[in-house]
């Protein structure tokens, strides 16, 4: 396990592509069971060991994922990602030449239950989905983007680069044809929050995986 920052309410770690976050059947392995033996072996707590997860990333996805050591640290930054305080930064490696340099995608999303996947609806049903990007690299077939979300939807940033016409690459599941050896082309980069308890601005990184080496 790639730990980024621990303490006694946080502990920060980086999700490899297809590990799922958590919601695993029991005794399959997930980041929630695999961060609990890390920290059960370092500190020797026996019997079941408490650990909240406050943000969670698609199971293809990679990059950093924030973990509450305590219920009180679980309640406080659920806090400020329900209230949109926390700022996610995501790093896309999408298909085609995005045009703009930078720009706004608003949508309202749905669920289909039925095949696992989100889209994009106008009903009234639908829940808003708000993401800023910026070109941060240009190749000649696919471009690198930097996405800021506004709000935190079920596969947001992965439906909406795609129904904007730029699937994320390795992700077939919204449309891509490229293929991506591991997961697909999405790395949660950094997160910016309030502790819990000491009220400090804390700035977690994770590094592009080294599959995406070859790519950048």
Do not use: C
């Not at 996805?61 to 973990?67: A, F, H, N, Q």
């Not at 808003?128 to 506004?150: G, P, Q």
């Not at 596969?155 to 129904?163: D, G, P, V």
């Amino acid at each position: 396990m790639q730990v980024l920052y621990e303490d006694n309410h946080v502990l920060a770690v980086v999700k490899p592509a297809g590990l799922p976050t958590m919601g695993v059947a029991e005794g399959e392995k997930s980041l929630l069971s695999e961060a609990k033996k890390y920290v059960a072996q370092k500190y020797a707590k026996p019997g079941n060991v408490y650990l909240g997860i406050v943000s969670r990333l698609d199971t293809p996805t990679t990059g950093v994922v924030v973990i509450a050591r305590t219920s009180k640290a679980a309640s406080r930054l659920s806090e400020q990602f329900k209230n949109r305080t926390v700022q996610k930064t995501y790093f896309a490696l999408v298909e085609g030449r995005v045009p703009h340099e930078e720009g706004t995608l608003r949508d309202r999303l749905a669920e289909e239950k039925r095949h696992r996947k989100m889209f994009v609806t106008r009903s009234a049903e639908g829940v808003e989905a708000i993401l800023h990007y910026r070109v941060a690299k240009r190749y000649s077939t696919y471009t690198l983007l930097e996405i800021h979300l506004e709000t935190g939807r079920k596969h947001q940033i992965r439906l909406q680069i795609s129904h904007a016409g730029f699937p994320i690459l390795g992700d077939r599941k919204y449309g891509a044809k490229t293929s991506f050896p591991v997961g697909i082309a999405l790395h949660a980069g950094s997160l910016v929050f309030r502790h819990p308890t000491l009220g400090e601005e804390i700035k977690i990184e994770a590094d592009f995986p080294a599959t995406w080496k070859k790519f950048l």
